[in-house]
């Protein structure tokens, strides 16, 4: 905890590692399909369970960075004072929630197709082409990957997702850092 007496708000942020950029295209869209399900996007489960159904924050979220050497899942949220704590019990219970329950095919398949169109837009200017050819080459990953992206994140399934969250994500490896008004 951070106390920064006074504050409007707190930020509270959880933080765990990831695997690397360079473990295989599968397992890397897998990563990618599980950061949408927890926390890309309005319809994903932090926004929809502390935005939408609790009205805690303007916008729950997380990101997955992936390094060559190993990477981070990160999750975010702006909230009152004193709704830190809950927003850190319900971040922390989406994040049991995917390693303990299949994601229903429904839910994988509409964030699937977010995750999808988010990348083929992304590569449809040459800029965004040679960032992704980039980011590859830096990463250390094969540059032929890149057509093979758009198979390898709709081939993810909901147990995929749930042995990756359980790989990743469990308990023991969480950090939580919350800065606000610790009265």
């Not at 930020?11 to 926390?39: H, Y």
């Not at 916008?59 to 004193?82: C, F, W």
């Not at 040679?130 to 147990?159: E, H, N, Y």
């Amino acid at each position: 905890v951070v106390d920064m007496p006074q504050s409007g708000q707190a930020s509270a942020l959880m933080i765990m590692p990831a695997p690397p950029s360079r473990v295989p295209l599968g397992e890397r869209a897998t990563g990618q399909v599980t950061n949408v399900v927890l926390g890309a996007g309005y319809s994903s489960r932090l926004n929809q369970e502390i935005r939408i159904k609790r009205g805690l924050s303007y916008g729950a979220g997380s990101s997955l960075d992936a390094r060559r050497e190993g990477g981070a899942l990160r999750a975010s949220v702006q909230t009152k004072n004193e709704s830190a704590a809950e927003v850190v019990s319900l971040v922390q219970a989406e994040l049991d929630r995917l390693i303990s329950t299949p994601v229903p095919v429904e839910e994988l398949a509409a964030r699937k197709a977010t995750v999808i169109g988010a990348f083929s837009r992304s590569v449809e200017t040459t800029a965004g082409l040679g960032g992704a050819v980039a980011a590859l080459v830096v990463a250390g990953v094969p540059i032929d990957d890149l057509g093979k992206r758009i198979d390898a994140l709709g081939a993810v399934t909901p147990a995929d997702v749930q042995r990756y969250a359980a790989a990743n994500f469990g308990a023991e490896g969480r950090r939580v850092v919350v800065a606000g008004d610790a009265a």
